[in-house]
């Protein structure tokens, strides 16, 4: 927490604004929105019910497709499902470890001449690294096909000097406990179309029509962030750019004190592109230093100190196994690779050197003795 998450709070209770909606949601979404460069911003209840929004304003319906990133959260398929569509998944690239152009342009080739174009493709900027986005949206562009940014771990990364999240025709970020800013749970779908997310914030107070009595005409949901959350998120906004110095300095620590390790390679940050670097994340070679991702984490674990495995690509999910896949190239699967050879770090903004210098000496005890 920043310190001033009471201020609104009390407010709040002070103005008794104990509700969903309210000052701090408006608030919030015009602060965010002229935080990152946008022209409307929607408070929602969680970052994967921003992406269930956006779905639905893409009119993404039952029998249709959406392409979607395979190195990620569950979170970013899931509402595709909640839709009835069906998710195709694609490969990472070895530059940003997030969507390959290749990879997408194979896809759009294949679903072309099936004559069975996806709806939406879903975009995840991984642990806060942006993803190609000039090639990417060359290809969908081309195919006509609308971009979800899911931009849930890249808040206040930046693409070609633009923030990350606001290339897609729908962004969203996550305010989850685990992200790099946090309301306890929440999130917020973004756009440059004003009009469309009028109608997120309709869809997501139960489809109420302008009517005196309850009156509805179409399904809705119940997804709008509390007002007390808001202010928590306001208030967390205002420290946001010191935690991602924070996560910088960890990475910088890190990298400093371990890239000379032979086999131990980290996760790059693309030319023009700024991370925030949510997590510190690395491939480790076990060829080279005997030791696998299982061996390190138990090595790590050993001592107390909780590392994870990178993301298990949505494509070898059980929930998934009858969905198609392309891979980067023929012979290279790119997220299968990362995960089987890819940890992410403490990372956490609050952590002390004291505490990472623990976890940098443990690393090397393991791995050079
Ligand atoms: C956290 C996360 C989400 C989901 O956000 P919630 O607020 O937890 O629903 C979606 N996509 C990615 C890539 C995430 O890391």
């Not at 398929?77 to 470890?97: K, M, R």
């Not at 004003?194 to 489809?207: P, V």
């Not at 302008?210 to 202010?231: D, K």
């Not at 070898?316 to 980067?328: E, I, T, V």
Request: include cysteine; charged fraction near 20%.
């Amino acid at each position: 927490m920043s310190g001033s998450e009471m201020k609104y709070i009390n407010e709040a209770f002070a103005t008794n604004w104990i509700a969903p909606l309210g000052p701090n949601v408006d608030a919030f979404e015009k602060e965010l929105a002229s935080f990152v460069g946008i022209n409307a911003a929607a408070a929602v209840s969680s970052g994967t019910a921003a992406i269930h929004l956006a779905l639905q304003l893409l009119d993404v319906k039952k029998g249709d497709i959406v392409f979607c990133s395979s190195l990620t959260f569950v979170a970013s398929a899931n509402p595709i499902l909640y839709q009835g569509a069906e998710p195709v998944f694609i490969d990472s690239e070895p530059e940003t470890w997030n969507m390959s152009p290749l990879a997408l342009e194979e896809a759009f080739k294949d679903a072309a001449s099936a004559n069975r174009l996806p709806k939406a493709v879903v975009i995840v900027n991984l642990y806060g690294q942006s993803a190609k986005m000039d090639e990417l949206i060359t290809i969908c562009k081309n195919y006509n096909v609308p971009i979800i940014e899911d931009a849930a771990e890249s808040l206040a990364s930046m693409y070609k000097g633009k923030a990350s999240g606001t290339f897609g025709d729908f962004g969203i970020y996550s305010f989850n406990g685990n992200k790099i800013i946090t309301t306890s749970g929440g999130g917020m779908l973004i756009s440059n179309n004003i009009e469309a997310l009028q109608k997120a914030r309709f869809i997501a107070t139960q489809a109420r029509d302008p009517a005196p009595h309850y009156q509805h005409s179409e399904i809705g949901y119940n997804y709008r962030m509390s007002n007390i959350l808001a202010g928590i998120g306001r208030s967390q906004l205002e420290v946001l750019e010191e935690r991602v110095k924070a996560r910088r300095a960890i990475f910088d620590m890190y990298f400093q004190e371990l890239y000379s390790i032979p086999g131990l390679s980290f996760m790059p940050e693309l030319k023009n592109t700024f991370s925030n670097r949510w997590l510190t994340a690395l491939t480790i070679d076990e060829e080279i230093t005997g030791f696998s991702v299982n061996k390190l984490l138990a090595a790590l674990d050993s001592e107390n100190i909780e590392a994870r495995p990178v993301w298990k690509p949505l494509h070898l999910q059980p929930l998934f196994d009858k969905n198609k896949y392309y891979s980067h190239n023929h012979n290279m699967s790119v997220s299968e690779e990362l995960f089987q050879t890819g940890i992410c770090l403490p990372s956490g903004s609050n952590m002390t050197l004291e505490d990472q210098m623990r976890v940098i000496e443990c690393i090397k005890k393991a791995l050079i003795g």
